[in-house]
């Protein structure tokens, strides 16, 4: 059946034929979701997707039969999935249809006695299958067509999912849902700062949906910030650490969902202030993301995506309630360390060498959890000295390059010098908190070559500078690294092979000639613009050199080569040239002296 016989069917306005006509073609587009040049021309040719999405719209303004109205949405999903193809449905009255249909419309005005808003039911006893063909096709709408989110934010749309959302311990809502409710929060949040201005203060949305994530993952509370699963016995007199049961599918797409909401509307939490309700708030999350780190899904890639959106998620809470991750009691076999639990510091560490080690995609994947712990070690102690230990143990390795090897150390070393800015910075970000943010330590783990960077962009390339607030504890050098340190080479970081002197066999002379060479050839290319000539300053920090720093090493030099060294400096390089065209006529004549041509 062709369009042109399917709107001859509807504009008839009789529900069987239109039913009918709806369900074979639902039927034949199930599985369309590309559209190619061809079906393209033939929307233009007399614009029939419009005229059946209008002819849809309307129907569903009248009292139909439950499975009249499902094939009339079933329908609507189908043509929404072509974001040329929405316009029927992005005007205020199509979306109220919609949002009616899918249950979360609200009425301006219409408050309980609780001061709620009340949602406008389509029915008193909602069919679900409505429901969720009526979220999808919004959420297909929303994601295609930007005025149709504009049209979202004016209906208030994101209030009715809000209001369902409280709902959460109801089980008159099935997986699906809920599950497009969280994605089509998701959606609006992801295009409005105004919505998820909205979520965050006037509808209190890390409550809401940290409630929500609780519900979904059968939490229970056996202390203020220690969470476990429902239902999951404990073996107290086990030796092994008791592993929970993994999360099913459908529980573990909702749990994303929230998360990636939750990520939209803290984005800049870490950067302001918070007040002590707020902070309680977010420590409540990040217990429950703790849990989350600790939790596993069916099957392995749903497992990773999960930690990735919780890990993300974490690192949007501010620093200072970060200490939830070391809140819980230490358990039989935890990994315990001074006395505190550092279950979720491991499991962090453990994931970020994981990503490192797959070399893929770094900066998505490992930045998260590597800033993390860099921001939680430099507030804790007890997590500073855990990955201390973990990451730099006392040296021993001497006679190899600190970014040659296979251990952590290594690996991060080698980072150092990545071509990803943000990656190397982080890196070395990292590496730096745990050594204190002492400079000699720094260079010790690193060797000065790796190290530069991070110093020179610090101002501290001459070391010193302020160390940070860090408690005192003893940096015990090894046997090995006490035994080598006077012949450890501190831009490399490891004991170098002697190598045979350049110099051996040079007379004063001809050492001073060499010197003058490399001056010349460095005042040569400055000039020339090819390279620019750089310095340590005062402060530290990297500086050009000019023509007065070129001066001040010409005064360091045996006073024999000072007149050389002026004419050099003072004559242009087309002057040299000059110079040089003269003096080579004048040995081709055999006249003049050594001595024409000089400056005085």
Not at 8 to 36: I, P, S, V
Not at 38 to 57: H, I
Not at 249 to 264: C, P, V, W
Not at 522 to 541: A, C, E, T, V
Request: include cysteine.
């Amino acid at each position: 059946m062709d369009l042109n016989a399917i709107i001859e069917n509807m504009e008839t306005g009789d529900q069987d034929a239109a039913l009918m006509a709806l369900q074979t073609y639902n039927k034949k587009m199930t599985q369309c979701f590309t559209f190619t040049t061809d079906e393209e021309e033939q929307r233009e040719d007399g614009k029939l997707q419009e005229r059946l999405g209008e002819l849809v719209l309307g129907f569903l303004e009248r009292d139909l039969q439950p499975s009249c109205q499902l094939a009339c949405l079933e329908t609507i999903r189908i043509l929404s999935r072509d974001k040329n193809n929405v316009a029927p449905f992005i005007t205020h009255t199509a979306m109220q249809t919609l949002s009616r249909h899918a249950g979360i419309a609200i009425s301006h005005g219409n408050v309980d006695c609780e001061g709620s808003v009340v949602l406008v039911p389509f029915a008193e006893n909602p069919d679900l299958e409505i429901i969720v063909e009526a979220l999808k096709s919004i959420c297909n709408i929303c994601l295609h067509n930007k005025v149709a989110v504009q049209v979202g934010q004016d209906l208030q749309l994101i209030v009715g999912i809000a209001e369902r959302l409280k709902q959460c311990g109801e089980d008159q809502w099935n997986h699906y849902v809920r599950f497009f409710d969280l994605r089509l929060m998701f959606l609006l949040t992801a295009q409005r700062v105004a919505m998820r201005t909205q979520l965050l203060r006037e509808l209190r949305g890390v409550s809401l949906l940290s409630n929500h994530l609780d519900a979904t993952l059968g939490l229970c509370w056996p202390d203020t910030f220690e969470v476990g699963r429902a239902g999951v016995e404990v073996d107290p007199d086990s030796e092994e650490p008791s592993e929970l049961p993994p999360l099913s599918r459908e529980k573990i797409e909702r749990a994303m969902e929230i998360l990636k909401i939750l990520f939209n509307i803290t984005y800049d939490a870490n950067r302001r202030e918070v007040d002590e309700e707020e902070a309680a708030a977010f420590r409540h999350l990040g217990a429950i993301l703790r849990h989350c780190l600790m939790s596993s899904a069916d099957a392995q890639d749903d497992t990773e995506e999960f930690h990735s959106h919780s890990l993300n998620l974490l690192g949007n809470l501010p620093l200072s309630c970060l200490d939830v991750l070391l809140m819980p009691k230490v358990q039989q076999g935890s990994i315990e360390y001074m006395g505190v639990n550092m279950d979720a510091v491991d499991m962090l560490l453990e994931y970020m060498e994981k990503r490192l080690d797959r070399g893929k995609k770094l900066k998505e994947t490992m930045l998260p959890s590597l800033n993390l712990l860099t921001e939680s070690a430099r507030i804790h102690r007890e997590t500073r000295k855990f990955l201390r230990m973990k990451v730099l143990p006392p040296l021993r390795d001497v006679k190899n390059l600190p970014e040659v090897g296979n251990a952590l150390r290594n690996k991060l070393v080698r980072l150092m010098t990545n071509i990803d800015t943000d990656v190397k910075n982080c890196a070395a970000e990292f590496l730096f908190v745990l050594c204190k943010e002492s400079v000699s330590r720094f260079i010790k783990y690193t060797g000065y070559g790796n190290a530069a960077g991070l110093l020179a962009a610090r101002g501290l390339l001459r070391g010193g500078g302020n160390p940070g607030v860090y408690s005192e504890d003893e940096d015990s050098d090894t046997e090995e690294y006490r035994e080598a340190k006077s012949q450890i080479n501190p831009v490399t970081g490891r004991v170098e092979d002697e190598q045979p002197n350049p110099m051996e066999g040079m007379t004063e002379e001809q050492k001073e000639l060499e010197a003058m060479k490399l001056v010349n050839m460095f005042d040569k290319l400055s000039r020339s613009n090819i390279i620019q000539p750089m310095m340590l300053g005062i402060d530290g920090s990297m500086t050009q050199m000019n023509s007065g720093d070129l001066r001040r090493m010409r005064d360091q030099i045996p006073q024999g080569q000072q007149l050389h060294l002026q004419t050099q400096l003072r004559l242009e390089p087309q002057q040299q040239e000059h110079k040089k065209e003269q003096q080579d006529q004048q040995q081709q004549q055999g006249s003049g002296s050594e001595d024409e041509g000089e400056v005085e």
